[in-house]
């Protein structure tokens, strides 16, 4: 009978030691967000959890110790108790087992039982839902916090007296969480479903967004839509119905000399004013927001969200226009293409069949990485300059040159100005 109740003891002591380390993992394991949600809301049990995790050191101490004494209790109680009885069982079929043997045979019994029953299913049952549990387990978390005050006391000053001694800092900070983790996180929380490949591609990219210089992304000069101010009045009114933008750069002469930006906002507003045929349109224009070449898009994003500016100008080393950026084209490397009614950007890449692709030469790269889910280097801007820097030439208007790149072809199919106008994009299928 004595026996059963020291069994009956064990299997107690067992438990307890499994309700603290299911309390551990919760604890740790539980988004403190949601804890403070909860008890925002006036749940009770959450305000409690959320006083008890503002140190951790203490918490995670408590449970320790009552992790400890469970076990040491359970293994001393089993060994002194149930040694001489196991010695007997066995001397009873005319086997001789020493009774330190028998000790060790004990032990090792109760230390499986304790480390599936004690460890690791009350763990997993813990992982399974740690917000639930660690609401249920947050009072008795308190209580043990105040019983146990002494001994985490003694224990905190034992392990600093020990860490001065071996003349280390206590104080000194543990290595913060890198970028590459954050993004091997990423991946990992997409391949378990948490997010869309959208999705994890929109937080990669915010990661590569401090690192894109704007030249990366601008609209070359070559390239920049703009109205003479030499033009007619009809002429630059026709000029903006056609353009099919909000804002367009103002020159006079040449694309060098950007007088200012219009909007269409104010076009219309001193039509209604003036009528169409009576429009200043010099007075109309705008200080054009200059920016260097080299500057960061996360900065320039930041200053154009200060200064209200959704176009900006770049300009070279020497002073020249060297393109331009709109806020759109910052926002896109986040979270990608963003198109209307009027944008022509899909028509620069024709899709002959599966692995073949026409496309215009001054097409972004960044453009073309993204319609066809490659990744060429974004220190070409053009897939024309692309191609050109990698031949170490400007190909003739006859010839059918040819890079290769990974699993890619990029044969010239024509050549304009000076530059590769348009490309054949063959993709080599995979086994």
Do not use: C, M, P
């Given at each position: 009978m004595t026996d059963i109740y020291i069994l009956i003891f064990i299997f107690v002591l067992i438990l307890v030691n499994g309700f603290f380390a299911a309390s551990e993992m919760a604890m740790v394991s539980v988004n403190p967000n949601k804890i403070l949600e909860l008890?925002?809301?006036?749940?009770?049990k959450a305000i409690i959890l959320k006083n008890i995790t503002v140190d951790s050191t203490k918490y995670l101490s408590a449970i320790q110790v009552a992790i400890t004494l469970a076990g040491f209790?359970?293994?001393a109680i089993a060994g002194s108790n149930l040694a001489n009885n196991f010695v007997d069982y066995f001397a009873k079929i005319n086997i001789v087992i020493p009774q330190n043997l028998a000790v060790v045979i004990i032990t090792i019994l109760l230390s499986f039982i304790t480390l599936v029953f004690g460890e690791l299913v009350p763990k997993k049952i813990a992982l399974n839902n740690p917000v639930?549990?660690?609401?249920?387990?947050?009072?008795?978390i308190k209580v043990t916090l105040i019983i146990t005050k002494p001994a985490v006391w003694l224990l905190s000053i034992t392990t600093t007296g020990v860490v001065k001694l071996f003349g280390l800092d206590k104080n000194k900070e543990i290595e913060g969480t890198t970028e590459s983790e954050i993004r091997q996180l990423i991946r990992s929380g997409q391949r378990q479903g948490l997010y869309q490949k959208e999705e994890k591609e929109m937080l990669e990219n915010i990661f590569r967004f401090d690192d894109i210089e704007v030249t990366s992304i601008m609209t070359p000069r070559t390239e920049v839509f703009g109205?003479?101010?030499e033009l007619t009045k009809d002429e630059i009114l026709?000029?903006?119905i056609k353009a099919n933008y909000s804002r367009i750069p103002?020159?006079?002469?040449?694309?060098?000399?950007?007088?200012?930006?219009?909007?269409?906002?104010?076009v219309l507003t001193e039509a209604k004013k003036t009528g169409l045929k009576r429009i200043n349109y010099k007075k109309l224009l705008r200080e054009p927001f200059y920016v260097p070449g080299n500057m960061k898009i996360n900065f320039l994003f930041k200053k154009m969200q200060e200064e209200n500016h959704q176009i900006a100008v770049i300009l070279d080393n020497y002073g020249g226009i060297d393109g331009i950026i709109t806020m759109e084209d910052i926002?896109?490397?986040?979270?990608?293409?963003?198109?209307?009614?009027?944008?022509e950007v899909q028509n620069s890449i024709k899709e002959i069949d599966e692995f073949n692709f026409l496309v215009d030469g001054l097409i972004q790269i960044q453009d073309l990485n993204r319609f066809l889910n490659i990744n060429l280097s974004d220190e070409y801007d053009t897939l024309s300059g692309f191609i050109i820097e990698n031949l170490g030439y400007i190909p003739k208007k006859a010839s059918n040159e040819i890079v290769e790149k990974d699993d890619l072809i990029f044969?010239?199919?024509?050549?304009?100005?000076?530059?590769?106008d348009k490309v054949l994009i063959k993709r080599t299928p995979k086994d």
């Open positions: 008890a925002q809301k006036g749940n009770k209790l359970s293994s639930k549990f660690a609401l249920f387990s947050a009072r008795a109205i003479n101010l026709d000029t903006i103002v020159y006079e002469k040449t694309i060098d000399n950007i007088k200012g930006i219009i909007h269409v906002k104010d926002l896109e490397e986040i979270v990608g293409n963003i198109y209307d009614e009027f944008d044969e010239v199919k024509s050549v304009k100005k000076n530059r590769i």
